[in-house]
């Protein structure tokens, strides 16, 4: 069994930590859903097209990487596994991208950031149906990322409605 240091002498360790945000001695999930949102600043230039297709290609990665970290630590879904955050916080951030230019919506920057952090932060704590389901039956890397990658997908639907509620809560 390797520790979360020695984990860091191979790529799989380096991808499956989230570049190293998975070490935090704290939260490492939260720690990992901040790395995320770094990434995403330098992926958003680049429209949602770009930021899905990392979320695919860093899921399929994060499946490997996370398997390798659990056969590693013989530990099933170990915390410094965070690249599952990754896929979650982008898949949270596809409306903010694609629905949110169409309505017109534009809210500031920072609100963005703050509001898929804490949806997503809710849903991956809260894990509704089938995310629980999926924390409980599946495992490995797949599980690992499985999870995450729909409470990605409630937290994603709770962005849709923000300009809505926005909307409401000017006009109210």
Do not use: N
């Amino acid at each position: 069994m390797r520790g979360k240091r020695e984990l860091m002498r191979h790529p799989w360790g380096w991808i499956a930590s989230g570049l190293g945000s998975g070490l935090s001695p704290f939260a490492p999930g939260t720690a990992g859903t901040a790395a995320a949102l770094l990434v995403y600043l330098a992926l958003r230039p680049f429209g949602w097209v770009v930021l899905f297709a990392a979320a695919l290609i860093v899921f399929g990665l994060g499946v490997r990487a996370a398997d390798w970290v659990i056969r590693e630590m013989g530990i099933e879904d170990p915390g410094v596994v965070v690249v599952d955050e990754w896929v979650g916080t982008w898949i949270t951030l596809l409306p903010a991208l694609t629905l949110w230019p169409q309505l017109g919506y534009a809210p500031p920057l920072w609100l963005e950031l703050l509001a898929a952090f804490l949806a997503f932060r809710l849903t991956d704590i809260l894990k509704p149906w089938p995310a629980s389901w999926a924390d409980r039956e599946l495992h490995g890397g797949f599980g690992a990322m499985a999870d995450d990658a729909i409470a990605g997908v409630y937290s994603g639907l709770m962005l849709c409605a923000l300009p809505w509620l926005m909307q409401c809560c000017r006009s109210g």
